[in-house]
């Protein structure tokens, strides 16, 4: 394991032109470890993380395993309780709806601004991305290439106010993303299938200066990323309804337990 501070690259494994690799610290990988472990179910919903005894077994300082939980705190994978400490966050129908939601509404109101703006170059940039985006071998590289090409999609340049609030809902939703995004990288076929044809038809849209078309391919896609978490949180909640519809008609799910 590398030295607190010490940063190495990332194997650049399905690179593309012009693409890059993100530097990977100490602290990221201390985040990458508990982020597994939470999404494979060795630390349950509810489950407090003894920062002591987890900074002995993985032979790390308690600072970067600090910084680490409040990087996953970020991400929706854990929150820090008072007088408790960090736990594993609860997973909640509700918030894949509301999130989903944010995202509609934040990203096509992003889009409309900065359609204008967009240059032949910038279009380029993004197709050259989006076809890259899958398949991909580790999750990493993953989350490079799509902030980048969100920044581009959504005018991080142009409207840096509004991109920031897009990355912290997206951040904040990460736990419920990453088990699509994991999926694609383990099942290419499936990939090929629901992932690989969305951004770039989103990129030959924008193109054809076409919004309306845009907003209802995002809408689309909205709704297929709750309905698709939807039947997984189900089955290891056993209490959220399979009821599921249009994204401005999504009922909240009547869930037995208050959040906690």
């Given at each position: 394991?590398?030295?607190?501070?010490?940063?190495?690259?990332?194997?650049?494994?399905?690179?593309?032109?012009?693409?890059?690799?993100?530097?990977?610290?100490?602290?990221?990988?201390?985040?990458?470890?508990?982020?597994?472990r939470i999404i494979d179910g060795?630390?349950?919903?509810?489950?407090?993380?003894?920062?002591?005894?987890?900074?002995?077994?993985?032979?790390?300082?308690?600072?970067?395993?600090?910084?680490?939980?409040?990087?996953?705190?970020?991400?929706?994978?854990?929150?820090?309780?008072?007088?408790?400490?960090?736990?594993?966050?609860?997973?909640?129908?509700?918030?894949?709806?509301?999130?989903?939601?944010?995202?509609?509404?934040?990203?096509?109101?992003?889009?409309e601004l900065t359609l204008p703006?967009?240059?032949?170059?910038?279009?380029?940039?993004?197709?050259?991305?989006?076809?890259?985006?899958?398949?991909?071998?580790?999750?990493?590289?993953?989350?490079?290439r799509s902030s980048e090409l969100?920044?581009?999609?959504?005018?991080?340049?142009?409207?840096?106010?509004?991109?920031?609030?897009?990355?912290?809902?997206?951040?904040?939703?990460?736990?419920?993303?990453?088990?699509?995004?994991?999926?694609?990288?383990?099942?290419?076929?499936?990939?090929?299938?629901?992932?690989?044809?969305?951004?770039?038809?989103?990129?030959?849209?924008?193109?054809?200066?076409?919004?309306?078309?845009?907003?209802?391919?995002?809408?689309?896609?909205?709704?297929?990323?709750?309905?698709?978490?939807?039947?997984?949180?189900?089955?290891?909640?056993?209490?959220?309804?399979?009821?599921?519809?249009?994204?401005?008609?999504?009922?909240?799910?009547?869930?037995?337990?208050?959040?906690?």
């Open positions: 394991m590398s030295k607190p501070g010490e940063t190495r690259r990332v194997n650049r494994k399905g690179g593309m032109k012009g693409d890059w690799a993100p530097s990977v610290t100490l602290v990221d990988k201390i985040a990458d470890e508990l982020r597994e060795m630390f349950l919903a509810g489950e407090h993380l003894q920062q002591a005894a987890l900074a002995k077994k993985m032979g790390v300082s308690s600072i970067p395993l600090r910084e680490a939980i409040r990087m996953l705190e970020a991400e929706g994978f854990v929150e820090i309780v008072p007088f408790k400490g960090a736990q594993v966050k609860h997973l909640y129908a509700e918030e894949i709806v509301e999130r989903a939601k944010i995202a509609f509404a934040l990203e096509t109101y992003a889009v703006a967009l240059t032949d170059e910038d279009l380029d940039r993004a197709e050259e991305l989006a076809n890259g985006l899958y398949p991909v071998s580790d999750i990493n590289t993953w989350y490079a969100l920044g581009i999609l959504f005018g991080a340049k142009h409207w840096p106010i509004l991109f920031n609030m897009i990355v912290r809902n997206r951040m904040a939703a990460r736990r419920y993303t990453e088990i699509l995004v994991r999926r694609t990288i383990q099942d290419p076929k499936w990939a090929k299938q629901w992932a690989s044809g969305y951004f770039p038809h989103f990129v030959e849209l924008l193109r054809e200066r076409d919004l309306d078309a845009v907003k209802a391919l995002h809408r689309s896609r909205m709704e297929e990323y709750v309905d698709l978490l939807l039947p997984w949180l189900e089955a290891g909640a056993g209490r959220v309804p399979r009821r599921r519809g249009a994204l401005g008609h999504l009922r909240k799910p009547k869930s037995s337990r208050g959040r906690k």
